[in-house]
């Protein structure tokens, strides 16, 4: 897979999913997983993988006051299905 | 060899199965250790086969052999130096095309070597057929398709072993190093780097870890080279940028080579599911996630019925007891108490948990099941064009639960301009409050027709965040930091029903309570202020209320109304609190507004009487795009440190809200 071509891809403000992405460049959406996770390694891309962890005091439950995380927010082990993204890193 | 003892090397990304080979091979000899000078855990172990004795290194278990990590350096400074006879490089069957990294990044490091392609039962069971002979013939060294797991069957395995020892088997690179001369600045620098320059690296993997931008490596090979040669060295490398990218290209397709006719896969090509396919499509897919999210809205309804008629239950209480306490020769205050203020309180409170109990259980299962990781990656697509990272999704989504949440949440966002924006932004999602008192006030005002209003509110919330964005977008954000997303959606899973349930059940207990401490002190605040016993002129609110109404008029708000708006500044619950209040049965204020003292079945009745569809329509539209709460406006200066852009937003916020208040009145005087 064309990494450059990714990349331009990702800095011209280009969206898509993994199936998508893989149908474009004309590849496997194992090819892409292995490209996505080589180009975090080497720090080009970064991950983040969605749910609902972040969420300390947010005061709105009786479990998030102090500090920790808020178990009102989320089932237990839950909310951790949003799948994951990855975007052009800062440096 | 050591005192006549020969050492095998087991390299292998993690979980490619190295301590397992290490554990069989070994058994209860061995010894763990740090490596000198590092915190890296060195496993040295020992066996015999054959009469011979050998000891086995397993090394740390990394991606690849590049600086990134010191186990990375001592691993692959380790394998270089030649102290181990043998390099056993372990790769996992069920997904070779990314596990032979190690392989690709381990070609040019001159020792012996053979490849155990581990995992054999896992790659089988995903109907792979891998031929180990194939892959031989085209990397030169020997390879075996085993399990580590399986002990009793590790016969093949010492075949190998004893086979790269004896030949002394290196694997056989050309093909990657072809790949290599494509790429800019490595044919420059092989006539630059010689093999062995740094003792045990090839000058093929020298040049392209080099390429690469391996800092370590670059250094050593400054380090050994002199006058002029150092010089071309220092300008090739100048020129040079982001080299990692096509070397891995190479890697890869290296790899691909190498698996191409030997391995069978009897196809289960993932086709993307019909859903994926709608809402990926750059026309259909923010329509069909409006539509699920609309849908997903109604349904919530259901579960929320029950819970609503249980309120209404609460507020036919009203009557026998009020009836009580009079018999009792209760004081009208008493009376007022407890009918006017904690019973109505309670039976609002239920109402409103109704359906944050509805849309919580059916959004959770939307979670669970994978679907909003769908909806979430159609908001991503739309949130970088607004100039966001990815990340501020996770904000938004926490901001429909609670707008405090979000804003804390926002600061996963490491730019303090879109952190900044995205908090803006997360103000305009109605929050689990707004979620629970839109649908009580709007079922109450227009029975099933409510349904349209909360809709209605789903798209005035698109069309608030596009143009907020715009309006604060400009100045927080630039135009280059403006990028796209790559994203993996989950597979679709069943929901866990006990502990979705729990957390729903739990979360809707904290609600209540958090709900009720602010409808209460609020509901009595304003009761006594309204409350005179020398009549309507004499009560506060009644005289600052008629003062104001002219003003409030035009944003289609009553002043009642307007207060109660205000008090949807504090927590939204207030404005229940305070409706509750000025428009309760003993309160003297009702009675001057309607000019009239007929008896009503309940308080809720009496809101119906004495606010028309327009005003309601506006109140719900003010107090819903209002600020969400004082919390969150601390936790908005919290997080952004800037009392600035704190104060701008919310000031944004009260205005707006009596702008859409304005024109959803009017639009209400049209249609209504
Ligand atoms: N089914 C099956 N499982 C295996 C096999 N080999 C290893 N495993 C399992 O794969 C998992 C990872 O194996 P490890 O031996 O810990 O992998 P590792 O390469 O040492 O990983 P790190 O310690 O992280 O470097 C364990 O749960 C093993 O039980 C195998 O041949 N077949």
């Known amino acids: 897979m064309d990494m450059r071509n990714l990349m331009n891809l990702l800095k011209s403000g280009e969206c898509c999913s993994t199936a998508m992405l893989a149908e474009r460049m004309g590849t496997t959406v194992s090819d892409v997983e292995r490209t996505l996770e080589y180009l975090e390694r080497i720090g080009v891309l970064r991950r983040t993988r969605l749910g609902m962890i972040e969420c300390a005091d947010c005061g709105s439950c009786s479990s998030g006051k102090g500090g920790g995380q808020c178990k009102g927010c989320m089932p237990e082990n839950g909310f951790q299905n949003m799948g994951t993204i990855w975007e052009i890193a800062d440096t | 060899m050591v005192d006549g003892k020969i050492t095998i090397a087991l390299l292998g990304q993690p979980n490619s199965g190295k301590s397992t080979l290490f554990n069989g091979l070994t058994g209860l000899k061995q010894h763990v250790g740090n490596w000198p000078g590092k915190t890296v855990e060195k496993k040295q172990g020992s066996f015999t086969h054959n009469g011979m004795e050998y000891i086995v290194t397993d090394l740390p278990g990394t991606y690849s052999l590049s600086a990134n990590s010191d186990e990375e350096i001592v691993t692959r400074d380790y394998i270089a130096s030649g102290n181990a006879d043998v390099v056993c490089i372990l790769a996992d069957s069920s997904q070779l095309e990314r596990s032979m990294f190690m392989l690709a990044d381990f070609a040019g490091i001159d020792v012996p070597c053979f490849l155990v392609l581990n995992l054999a039962d896992v790659a089988k069971d995903q109907g792979k057929n891998i031929d180990p002979k194939k892959i031989e013939s085209k990397i030169g060294i020997p390879v075996i398709l085993m399990s580590a797991t399986d002990v009793k069957k590790y016969d093949s395995f010492f075949e190998c072993m004893e086979k790269a020892l004896k030949d002394k088997t290196k694997l056989d690179y050309s093909s990657l190093e072809k790949g290599y001369e494509t790429v800019e600045g490595y044919s420059d620098l092989k006539t630059i780097i010689s093999d062995g320059l740094v003792e045990g690296y090839s000058s093929t993997w020298l040049c392209a870890k080099a390429v690469e931008g391996d800092k370590v490596v670059r250094a050593k090979i400054e380090n050994a080279l002199s006058g002029e040669k150092k010089a071309s060295y220092e300008k090739t490398i100048k020129t040079l940028d982001k080299g990692a990218l096509s070397t891995g290209e190479c890697k890869f397709a290296w790899i691909d080579e190498i698996l191409d006719g030997s391995v069978n896969k009897v196809e289960t090509s993932v086709k993307m599911g019909k859903f994926d396919?709608?809402?990926?499509?750059?026309?259909?897919?923010?329509?069909?996630?409006?539509?699920?999210?609309?849908?997903?809205?109604?349904?919530?309804?259901?579960?929320?019925?029950?819970?609503?008629l249980l309120g209404g239950c609460v507020t036919m209480l009203d009557e026998p007891i009020r009836t009580a306490l009079t018999n009792a020769n209760a004081s009208p205050i008493l009376i007022g108490i407890i009918c006017d203020c904690l019973l109505m309180c309670i039976a609002n409170t239920v109402k409103m948990l109704g359906f944050a109990f509805g849309i919580t259980l059916v959004f959770g299962m939307f979670e669970e099941s994978?679907?909003?990781?769908?909806?979430?990656?159609?908001?991503?697509?739309t949130m970088s064009k607004m100039g966001l990272q990815g990340k501020s999704v996770m904000p938004f989504l926490v901001s429909f639960g609670c707008t405090i949440g979000g804003a804390s949440s926002s600061r996963v966002i490491d730019n303090w301009g879109q952190k900044i924006l995205t908090i803006a932004l997360a103000w305009a999602v109605p929050c689990g409050a707004a979620w629970a008192i839109i649908p009580m006030l709007a079922t109450s005002f227009f029975g099933g027709y409510g349904v349209l209003v909360i809709v209605a509110i789903l798209v005035v919330m698109i069309i608030h965040i596009w143009i907020t964005s715009k309006i604060f977008g400009r100045h927080l954000v630039k135009k280059e930091d403006r990028y796209g997303i790559i994203m993996e959606l989950p597979p679709y899973h069943k929901p866990k029903w006990k502990s979705l349930l729990r957390y729903v059940f739990g979360r809707t207990k904290d609600m209540f309570f958090r709900v009720i401490k602010v409808i209460i002190p609020v509901c009595l605040v304003f009761w006594f202020l309204s409350y005179s016993s020398i009549g309507v002129e004499g009560s506060v609110l009644y005289k600052v209320g008629t003062f104001i109404e002219p003003v409030t008029k035009f944003f289609g708000l009553s002043w009642q109304l307007f207060m109660a708006f205000i008090a949807s500044s504090i927590g939204k619950e207030g404005a229940v609190g305070v409706l509750t209040a000025l428009f309760s049965q003993t309160g003297t204020i009702f009675g001057a507004v309607a000019g009239s003292n007929e008896a009503v079945a309940n308080s809720t009745q009496l809101l119906i009487n004495n606010i028309s569809g327009p005003q309601a329509l506006a109140f719900m539209f003010a107090i819903t795009f209002n600020m969400p709460c004082v919390v969150a406006l601390a936790a908005t200066y919290q997080e952004t440190h800037s009392a600035k852009w704190t104060t701008l937003i919310t000031l944004y916020y009260e205005a707006s809200a009596l702008i859409l208040a304005f024109l959803a009145y009017h639009v209400g005087l049209l249609i209504m």
Do not use: E
């Open chain 2, 277 to 308: 396919r709608a809402i990926t499509s750059k026309t259909w897919g923010k329509l069909v996630v409006v539509l699920v999210v609309i849908g997903g809205l109604l349904l919530s309804f259901i579960p929320a019925l029950p819970i609503m």
């Open chain 2, 370 to 381: 994978g679907i909003m990781a769908r909806i979430s990656y159609v908001f991503d697509n």
